[in-house]
């Protein structure tokens, strides 16, 4: 089974409006951790959010938040308000096991978000 | 603002050769990865590096593949003999031991190209 689902391979949304981006998950272990990157046309890796098995709050950064639904076993990303420079690829990811020991990461397919002017 | 960086940005190489891709992480992460992503497709992980040793790898990281810390700022991948299949953007990826999420760090990327 893949550990990581990202089942749009392709968005688009109205620039200021709000998008969400799928991501489920799968994994046996009690201790993880949720990640979302973007990656624009130019390449790198840029880390958005993150979400730990335990955390009992939904995790926000700015105009990113993360809809963890943990019985659900998934981890959405929503960006409010859409701008232009969102326009990238977006990968989901999750870390298994204890930080503080070798953890290996996973990632999604990825969705292409394209923000509409 | 601290970031990982990688040298060379390009290379391209013929098949059978080696090459090494280089990595400076930040100065005060303990953790190092490696990740490939061949062009459209999803990021691998290919390994992990704490304490002068691998801590986990991947399926993909065979004989062929290793990795090193030959001084206390660099981190290498080595590619002994690289195959075609080897094309793809290289990922290096520090992340600092005991953060809450353990947030990794990406560089830029090295993009091989095996002809």
């Known amino acids: 089974a893949q550990k990581i689902t990202q089942t749009q391979p392709g968005m688009f949304v109205q620039e200021k409006e709000a998008v969400t981006l799928d991501c489920t998950y799968d994994?046996?272990?009690?201790?993880?951790?949720l990640f979302w990157y973007k990656q624009p046309s130019s390449g790198e890796m840029i880390f958005l959010i993150y979400?730990?098995?335990?955390?009992?709050q939904n995790a926000t950064e700015g105009r990113y938040s993360l809809n963890f639904q943990k019985a659900r076993k998934s981890a959405n990303l929503v960006i409010s308000a859409s701008q232009l420079g969102d326009s990238a690829m977006y990968f989901c990811a999750m870390r298994e096991g204890n930080p503080n020991t070798g953890n290996q990461f996973y990632f999604g397919t990825g969705t292409s978000l394209t923000v509409i002017p | 603002e601290p970031e990982v960086t990688q040298t060379p940005s390009h290379q391209v190489t013929q098949m059978g050769q080696e090459v090494i891709l280089r990595c400076v992480p930040i100065?005060?992460?303990?953790?190092f990865y490696w990740y490939r992503q061949i062009l459209g497709q999803k990021v691998e992980f290919l390994v992990s590096?704490?304490?002068?040793?691998?801590?986990?790898k991947s399926e993909i990281f065979d004989d062929q593949f290793s990795v090193e810390r030959p001084d206390g700022s660099n981190f290498t991948l080595k590619i002994r003999s690289t195959k075609l299949e080897d094309s793809a953007m290289y990922f290096c990826?520090?992340?600092?031991f005991g953060q809450g999420g353990n947030e990794q760090f990406f560089g830029p990327g090295t993009r091989l190209t095996v002809l």
């Open positions: 590096f704490y304490n002068n040793e691998i801590s986990e």
């Open positions: 100065s005060n992460h303990l953790y």
């Open positions: 979400q730990g098995s335990y955390d009992q």
């Open positions: 994994t046996s272990d009690p201790s993880y951790g």
């Open positions: 990826a520090s992340s600092e």
